[in-house]
């Protein structure tokens, strides 16, 4: 198990930040991911690697007026 925003979630094997966003349904296109604290940047999504006991932290930037 992981915890996405503080929620539990399942892993599994070879997941990657890429991966995990697209299973829990992460689709905004602006994204700040941080995996044990550590900020992933948006290039390394699909190489950065989420081990099980992970906790990840997606916040969605917005912008307005």
Not at 11 to 18: K, Y
Not at 40 to 52: F, L, Q, S, T
């Amino acid at each position: 198990m992981i915890t996405v925003n503080g929620n539990e979630a399942a892993w599994s094997d070879g997941m990657t930040v890429a991966t995990l966003l697209k299973e829990v349904g992460f689709v905004f296109p602006l994204l700040v991911v941080r995996v044990n604290g550590t900020l992933v940047d948006r290039a390394d999504y699909g190489r950065c690697a989420v081990a099980d006991g992970d906790t990840v932290e997606v916040v969605h930037l917005m912008s307005g007026g």
